[in-house]
């Protein structure tokens, strides 16, 4: 995988954020960063056929500069669709009571953010709706400049949080000033800063 094609499979990766499965998508992000082109791609493919999640024809087109062959009856099986899906959850805040306690994650989130160059974190509550592909969860939104390799930060700040913590938690890294998709804009308007860079 080039340059160019990391680039497209981490813009991938962000916009299917939410659609897909979070161990699915975290897989897929694990063997981009890791080198494993075929098994991120197969992976991807095999999973939008199975969880019957349908990708706009951009997001095809995206798909597409990944692949050895650009007419891989794979990436035909997938549902494409004019518009993206309306988005399957709602995000707070706050939790409810009965929710997990985050503050040992915070503590081990915000020490990787650090390290790996983040600007800023943001935790928020994630209620699926019916159609959601994901339960009820913490989400963390962590803020990087560019240039910072968003796919590397991910898979650090997770790494830490399960050895530290044995805790898997939805990592979600943006790079500041690009516009972002649905998903990650609608949480990062309703999530709560829990750290910031000095």
């Known amino acids: 995988m080039d340059q160019q094609q990391y680039a497209t499979a981490t813009e991938i990766c962000l916009r299917l954020s939410g659609r897909l499965p979070d161990d699915v998508l975290g897989a897929v992000q694990a063997h981009c960063f890791a080198g ?29 500069v990944l692949l050895d062959d650009p007419h891989d009856p794979e990436l ?20 409810p009571a009965d929710a997990p306690d985050p503050a040992g994650a915070d ?12 600007r800023r974190v943001r935790r928020a509550w994630r209620e699926p709706l019916p159609e959601a592909a994901n339960p009820a969860t913490w989400v963390y ?5 560019p240039g910072v390799d968003e796919l590397r930060a991910r898979s650090a700040i997770s790494s830490r ?13 943006m790079v500041e000033g690009r516009l972002l998709p649905p998903y990650q804009a609608a949480a990062v308007t309703a999530a709560h800063q829990i750290w910031a860079a000095a």
């Open 36 to 64: 494993e082109d075929e098994m991120a791609i197969a992976a991807l493919l095999l999973n939008l056929q199975y969880e019957g999640v349908p990708i706009t024809a951009e997001e095809a087109a995206l798909i597409r």
């Open 76 to 95: 035909a099986e997938v549902t494409v669709v004019d518009s993206p899906p309306t988005l399957a959850y709602r995000f707070s805040p706050t939790a």
């Open 107 to 118: 503590r081990a989130i915000t020490a990787e953010a650090a390290l790996v160059g983040g």
């Open 141 to 145: 939104l962590v803020q990087v400049p």
């Open 161 to 173: 949080l399960w050895v530290h913590r044995q805790e898997k938690w939805p990592v979600e890294v």
